[in-house]
């Protein structure tokens, strides 16, 4: 994505990353420039003018701010054109991002009284977006454990939880945004980045005394897991499905329909889902076009960009050791909370959503292939 969107190539960046670069200003707006023009020449592929696409560019949280605020120009980039739609989530990404800045900045000078002031201003705009009578005693505990604070543990555990909850209110709220105007306010609102969160596979039974996975009786020993990408190909498949035959499919398709689909061999999708091949973002856009096929007007729906973010964002969850996964974090409960919280909000404020439901073979916890 870097490479793509700065002309440089991927090599480039990985030295990069790997060498953890450190630009000087002067590098900075460079690649400001090649930026712009990297923008300029796909746009105008696309049939963009080159003031419409300096427009769009430039429209973006970050240059807009002068500052870095890489959750919100996620949210910016994901959109189609100039993001309208999604300006509550862009907003309250931005803050996140202005307080993550300010809180390394403290951290990277040693000040801790500022650290700490910090990390309370995040608490509090945390708490403040709830509505009165949220249950969220855990956090206003920490804000009173900060206020007595001396040690740097202290500061970083309270740091952590606060950063998690906000990035859920976030994430929740750009998951309303996108499920509004993806469906253009058609569908139910449904929390669609939860559809591509890992979890265990719905066959799996965990006996209460020991913890052991079990399926059928037996000790699970293989696919304990459904992973994002899984879930994620998942939703294009039964898109793909509702697209090419006018109906909501009863099941997930099978991985001989996805490769007819997609237009990929069956092992290919095999080793996506189990994420010992990288699905990219280039392997997303091709699996999407080739997936969903161009209607009477030789028009496709936009694609669903932010839900491989989302499934990107979750992979962590899944821990790992060797490539073989060991554990689950299951933030669903914390999740839907602020997501029930933001649609109060945003559905108050006017956005809208239909009553067309998503397929059940998606959003039933028993579904999986």
């Not at 712009?36 to 701010?65: M, T």
């Not at 005693?137 to 909850?165: N, P, R, V, Y």
């Amino acid at each position: 994505m870097l490479g793509d969107a700065t002309g440089l190539s991927e090599r480039t960046w990985r030295n990069r990353l790997h060498s953890k670069w450190n630009p000087a200003p002067e590098d900075i707006e460079k690649l400001k420039g090649k930026q712009l023009s990297a923008f300029v020449a796909r746009q105008e592929k696309h049939g963009y003018s080159e003031q419409e696409s300096n427009d769009i560019f430039c429209g973006s949280p970050s240059w807009q701010a002068g500052a870095f605020l890489p959750t919100a120009d996620i949210i910016y980039w994901c959109a189609p054109t100039r993001a309208e739609d999604y300006s509550n989530s862009i907003g309250l990404a931005s803050v996140l991002d202005h307080l993550s800045n300010a809180y390394f900045v403290a951290k990277e000078a040693g000040n801790f009284e500022q650290a700490r002031h910090v990390v309370m201003e995040v608490g509090k705009w945390t708490l403040s977006q709830c509505p009165p009578g949220s249950d969220l005693q855990t956090l206003d505990d920490h804000l009173a454990t900060l206020e007595s604070a001396s040690e740097i543990e202290g500061l970083l555990k309270a740091a952590k939880e606060f950063a998690g909850e906000g990035m859920l209110l976030c994430l929740s709220c750009w998951d309303l945004e996108f499920c509004s105007a993806f469906t253009a306010g058609k569908a139910k609102a449904y929390p669609l980045f939860e559809l591509v969160m890992p979890r265990l596979d719905p066959s799996i039974e965990i006996d209460p005394n020991t913890g052991q996975l079990f399926r059928n009786g037996k000790t699970a020993k293989r696919k304990q897991f459904q992973k994002p990408i899984s879930r994620l190909i998942d939703f294009i498949a039964v898109l793909a499905a509702r697209r090419r035959s006018g109906q909501k499919p009863a099941s997930i398709p099978s991985v001989r329909e996805m490769s007819a689909w997609f237009d990929v061999d069956e092992s290919k999708i095999v080793s996506w889902r189990d994420e010992t091949t990288k699905f990219t973002e280039r392997d997303f856009f091709r699996v999407w076009k080739s997936a969903i096929p161009v209607d009477e007007k030789g028009e496709r729906p936009a694609d669903p960009l932010p839900m491989l973010v989302a499934a990107l964002i979750w992979s962590p969850l899944l821990t790992r050791d060797e490539s073989k996964t060991v554990s689950l974090i299951d933030p669903r409960e914390d999740y839907e909370s602020w997501w029930m919280r933001n649609h109060a909000r945003l559905t108050a404020k006017g956005l809208p959503f239909g009553n067309t439901p998503w397929p059940e073979c998606l959003t039933s916890q028993s579904s999986g292939s």
